[in-house]
């Protein structure tokens, strides 16, 4: 029995100090103005999740109604440019304290979950917003579109912290319009 424990001591301990392929999600950026980020995003990749699966020309919609609370509104087509609205909505407030680069998302009065915004333009006309796991990633732009050389880069540093060939690419309605 002794050696059992110590045999499942080594094995945790070399488990322990196994590199991972990817890194954790990095830290948030240092300062999000409320303000300035609210409004409406873009979604031009993203990883997989259920609730946006056949999603396409997805938005989300950042509205401050309070000093450090957004509601927010997600919105996509079910399948096809001008199929069905697909609509939910959420909260979001700042994780700790005032700093908005870390929020916990509520979503149906009971599902929350802490996001971090990675990267923001200084004139934020571009966002990436993950999960501490990097399960979840959405890079968001204030345009239906992205510069290919500047969701490249994105991409690129995105790459230490995930295989981005999981990423997601929306379709978007070239006027960026729901009706």
């Known amino acids: 029995m002794k050696l059992f424990f110590i045999l499942l001591f080594i094995f945790s301990v070399v488990i322990a100090q196994t ?3 990817y890194l954790k999600a990095p830290k948030p950026v240092d300062y999000v103005s409320a303000e300035k980020f609210s409004g409406l995003w873009y979604e031009v990749a993203r990883t997989y999740n259920s609730f946006e699966k056949d999603c396409v020309a997805a938005t989300v919609e950042y509205k401050l109604v309070e000093d450090l609370k957004y509601e927010i509104k997600n ?7 001008g199929g069905n609205i697909i609509e939910y909505n959420g909260t979001a407030e700042p994780s700790n304290g005032s700093i908005m680069s870390k929020i916990d998302m509520t979503y149906f009065w009971i599902f929350t979950k802490e ?10 006309s571009s966002a990436v917003m993950v999960d501490k796991d990097m399960e979840y990633v959405w890079i968001m732009n204030r345009k239906p579109f992205m510069k290919k050389e500047k969701l490249d880069n994105i991409v690129s540093s995105l790459s ?4 981005t060939s999981k990423l997601i690419y929306t379709p978007q309605d070239s006027q960026g319009r729901y009706k």
Do not use: A, V
């Not at 230490?160 to 295989?163: E, G, Q």
């Open 19 to 21: 590199p991972s392929e």
């Open 75 to 81: 919105r996509c087509f079910d399948t096809k440019i």
């Open 115 to 124: 996001y971090r915004i990675i990267y923001l333009d200084e004139d934020y």
């Open 160 to 163: 230490k912290y995930m295989d």
